[in-house]
Nanobody, 126 residues
Framework: QVQLVESGGGLAQPGGSLRLSCAAS????????MGWFRQAPGKEREFVAA????????YYADSVKGRFTISRDNAKNTVYLQMNSLKPEDTAVYYC???????????????????WGQGTRVTVSS
């Protein structure tokens, strides 16, 4: 079992920045690929970013590429999402997720993940 707790959400102005953190506890964090997803009101949960257990390979949704950066610190059992140049359409609840499935499972899919956090709300508004 892995417990995931997100933090760092809040209100940001368009063009501003936020840094989300996801702290993991339980089993060995470095065994898991990690992802960030988001869900806006009335919409389905969508992929934002993901990275492999060692952080070597990263993946981004087209909508955030060049603006968001995912990273991890396995010594701190934490994954981060640095969000820059925020837009109103980035407003959503952001969830981190952990996957113990093998590399053949696409990290862009929600079904790849075994554990989910409770989410942190991000609002981008002037």
């Amino acid at each position: 079992q892995v417990q995931l707790v997100e933090s760092g959400g809040g209100l940001a102005q368009p063009g501003g920045s936020l840094r989300l953190s996801c702290a993991a506890s339980g089993r060995t964090f470095s065994n898991y690929a990690m992802g960030w997803f988001r869900q806006a009101p009335g919409k389905e949960r969508e992929f934002v970013a993901a990275l492999t257990w060692n952080g070597v390979n990263t993946y981004y949704a087209d909508s955030v590429k060049g603006r968001f950066t995912i990273s991890r610190d396995n010594a701190k059992n934490t994954v981060y999402l640095q969000m820059n140049s925020l837009k109103p359409e980035d407003t959503a609840v952001y969830y981190c997720a952990a996957s113990a499935k093998g590399s053949r499972w696409p990290l862009q899919r929600t079904s790849t993940y075994d554990y989910w956090g409770q989410g942190t709300r991000v609002t981008v508004s002037s």
